[in-house]
């Protein structure tokens, strides 16, 4: 079955320093979505890429999702405390049903 | 409503006892997921529904797990006699459809099993 992989699992970084997670899915994805999870929280959609090699800007984080749309990045410029939390992607099958996430990627920021 | 809304946010069951997980999804929303989050891990696809029914029931993880949803709306997902393994977050989500639609999530319901 389709599965959905992101590296790292975790990343410790400085304030002020930049921050990448990646998104490799086993089979191509119709469309890949971007969902950070606060401590406690409960994940919350941040993004949606459709097109094979689209990029979106979001303030300081960038989303970019790959040619052949199996994979995805996101990107975080000079990450804040703010920034802390799980950073999941998640995408749909071609046939548009079967949605699967990431297992994640947990940032912590030092202030 | 203007969310999706799960109830109870917590709960505290023995071992062996019932529980029922209600979802009740954003209005208009015809696909509804269930998925289960233990303490620091990922999220499990657990179940999905398009309006009632369910044509993928794979990640339920035992037949103790059911889920069902009435009238394309509210759906509980339910879980017979609970296991301490049970104890996780059951988050519920909802969107406008299958396919391509932004899928917004509920609080969840924090289980524990004693």
């Known amino acids: 079955g389709q599965q959905v992989m992101q590296i790292p699992q975790y990343q410790h970084v400085q304030e002020g320093e930049d921050f990448t997670t990646y998104c490799n899915s086993s089979?191509?994805?119709?469309?890949i979505q971007w969902y950070k999870q606060r401590p406690g929280g409960h994940p919350v959609f941040l993004i949606q890429?459709?097109?094979?090699?689209e990029v979106k800007k979001q303030k300081r984080l960038t989303f970019q999702f790959g040619e052949a749309k199996k994979n995805s990045s996101l990107h975080i410029t000079a990450t804040q405390t703010t920034d802390v939390g799980t950073y999941f992607c998640?995408?749909?099958?071609?046939?548009?049903?079967?949605?699967?996430f990431g297992p994640g990627t947990r940032l912590s920021v030092l202030p | 409503g203007a969310g999706v809304s799960q109830s109870p946010s917590n709960k505290v069951t023995e071992k062996g006892k019932d529980v029922e997980l209600r979802c009740d999804p954003i209005?208009?929303?015809?696909?509804l997921y269930w998925y289960r989050q233990s303490l620091g891990q990922g999220l499990e696809f657990l179940i999905y529904?398009?309006?009632?029914?369910?044509?993928?029931k794979s990640g339920l993880p035992s037949d103790r797990f059911s889920a069902e949803r009435t009238g394309g709306s509210v759906s509980t997902l339910t879980i017979q006699r609970t296991q301490q393994e049970d104890s996780a977050v059951y988050l519920c989500?909802?969107?406008?459809?299958?396919?391509?639609?932004?899928?917004?999530f509920g609080e969840g319901s924090w289980l524990t099993v004693v």
């Open positions: 989500a909802s969107s406008l459809m299958t396919g391509y639609n932004t899928i917004y």
């Open positions: 089979t191509t994805l119709s469309n």
């Open positions: 890429l459709v097109k094979s090699g």
């Open positions: 998640a995408g749909f099958d071609n046939d548009g049903q079967n949605f699967v």
């Open positions: 209005s208009g929303h015809t696909a």
């Open positions: 529904f398009q309006g009632n029914s369910a044509p993928d």
